[in-house]
């Protein structure tokens, strides 16, 4: 349980961006692989299409965020992710 709250420490090696996109995409499957076994016993799912375009769109978001988070802190030299915030040293 203490690993947990690391998370929320600002000296940590946590992505929460790619947290909150992974808990997004794993909801998303969780609403696929109920939709195809209501489908199969021939249910309607009452959810909103809004609420499956939401996590999916917080997916996309969170991952591409986190995936240019990366990207530029590899241009500028940086090893470790400190949240966009550029380490030089001269």
Same mark, same amino acid.
């Given at each position: 349980?203490?690993?947990?709250?690391?998370?929320?420490?600002?000296?940590?090696?946590?992505?929460?961006?790619?947290?909150?996109?992974?808990?997004?995409?794993?909801?998303m499957i969780?609403? $696929?692989? #109920? +939709?195809?076994?209501?489908?199969?016993?021939?249910?309607?799912?009452?959810? /909103? %299409?809004?609420?499956?375009? !939401?996590?999916?769109?917080l997916t996309?978001?969170?991952?591409?965020? $986190?995936? #240019? +988070?990366?990207?530029?802190?590899?241009?500028?030299?940086?090893?470790?992710? /400190? %949240?966009?915030?550029?380490? !030089?040293t001269n």
């Amino acid at each position: 349980m203490k690993k947990f709250w690391t998370m929320f420490d600002d000296n940590n090696s946590v992505n929460e961006k790619a947290v909150i996109g992974f808990g997004a995409f794993i909801v998303m499957i969780i609403f $696929a692989i #109920v +939709d195809i076994v209501t489908g199969i016993l021939n249910r309607p799912l009452l959810v /909103n %299409e809004f609420i499956f375009d !939401s996590f999916k769109l917080l997916t996309v978001a969170c991952f591409g965020i $986190a995936s #240019v +988070d990366k990207w530029i802190n590899k241009k500028h030299g940086n090893e470790e992710n /400190n %949240e966009g915030e550029s380490e !030089s040293t001269n």
